[in-house]
């Protein structure tokens, strides 16, 4: 199950890989995704519980 971003943190992630060149297609644990050439970084903190909540810590 995957969860939806805060609105503002997506709107600026999707602006730092607006320019980045995509590698192709992959497919993980189900899920297709493109693979992106970039230097972005993202810090996320994993919590515990069954469903396992994803915390983004920053951007850089």
């Known amino acids: 199950m995957s969860t939806r ?3 503002v943190l997506a709107a600026h992630i ?8 995509a ?16 230097d972005v970084t993202v810090e996320i903190l994993a919590g515990p ?3 396992g909540t994803l915390t983004v810590v920053r951007m850089r």
């Open 5 to 7: 971003l805060d609105p």
């Open 14 to 21: 999707g602006a730092a890989l607006a320019d980045a060149e």
């Open 23 to 38: 590698m192709g297609e992959r497919r993980a644990e189900g899920e297709m995704y493109t693979g992106m050439r970039t």
């Open 49 to 51: 519980g069954r469903h």
